[in-house]
């Protein structure tokens, strides 16, 4: 079955130094992988997506995520934060087995020092 | 364009009591889910329409929740007695058609934050 683990609960990073989200997966099928950032009252964002094209993804507001399947992980990254980048952030895999339903991780807390 | 549109945004009852919530989808969009967040969690599926039909509510409770989706746009999710674990923000999301498909991306409303006493 499916599974996602997020690695970590909070991560707390400086305004300006790099971001690392960590994320495995398990999957049986060729998995399409999503990252989801949800902003306080606010509903969830798509902020990129891998579905077997290129396996380093870029997506919105200068986040990537490289698909490697060897490590069954998809690791959020960008080089620099933003205060505004403070939110919860979403790994997801989705294939046959879930009949693509979205299984969702716990989530990543971001906090951004000024 | 206009997003997913829910209502209302936070919702205190007691327990034992009944609320239901709504959902407006994206205009055109053939699908809609309804999930479950508990805080902490990520989102649980609770049903899946495609248009008014049901795709997939197998962790939908049905002792308690229902949902309908008349005439395939709007959809409302109803509990009926509600409990202290039902508390959690329910999300509506809508996608312009199912993931077997290949049109992935859900778009996710604000969400209805619950608070069972």
């Known amino acids: 079955a499916q599974s996602v683990t997020q690695l970590d609960s909070h991560v707390s990073v400086s305004e300006g130094t790099p971001v690392l989200l960590r994320c495995n997966y398990s999957?049986?099928?060729?998995?399409?992988l999503f990252w989801y950032v949800q902003h306080p009252n606010k509903g969830l964002q798509l902020l990129l997506k891998?579905?077997?094209?290129a396996t380093l993804v870029k997506g919105i507001n200068g986040f990537e995520a490289e698909f490697k399947k060897s490590e069954t992980s998809f690791h959020l990254t960008k080089p620099s934060a933003h205060m505004s980048d403070a939110a919860e952030y979403f790994c997801?895999?989705?294939?046959?087995?879930?009949?693509?339903?979205?299984?969702w991780g716990a989530g990543t807390k971001l906090i951004i020092k000024p | 364009e206009a997003g997913v549109a829910q209502s209302p945004r936070y919702k205190i009852i007691e327990k034992r009591q009944s609320v239901a919530f709504w959902c407006n989808p994206i205009?055109?969009?053939?699908?809609l889910y309804w999930y479950q967040q508990i805080l902490g969690q990520g989102p649980k599926l609770l049903i899946q329409?495609?248009?008014?039909?049901?795709?997939?509510d197998s962790q939908l409770p049905k002792d308690r929740f229902s949902a309908e989706r008349l005439k395939g746009v709007d959809s409302t999710l109803k509990i009926q007695p509600a409990k202290l674990e039902d508390s959690a923000v329910y999300l509506c999301?809508?996608?312009?058609?199912?993931?077997?498909?290949?049109?992935?991306?859900?778009?996710f409303g604000p969400g209805t934050r619950l608070t069972v006493l």
């Open positions: 999301a809508s996608s312009l058609g199912t993931q077997s498909e290949g049109l992935y991306e859900q778009f």
């Open positions: 205009s055109g969009h053939a699908t």
């Open positions: 329409f495609q248009n008014n039909g049901v795709v997939d």
């Open positions: 997801v895999v989705s294939d046959l087995d879930s009949n693509y339903q979205l299984i």
């Open positions: 999957s049986s099928y060729s998995p399409s």
């Open positions: 891998y579905t077997s094209a």
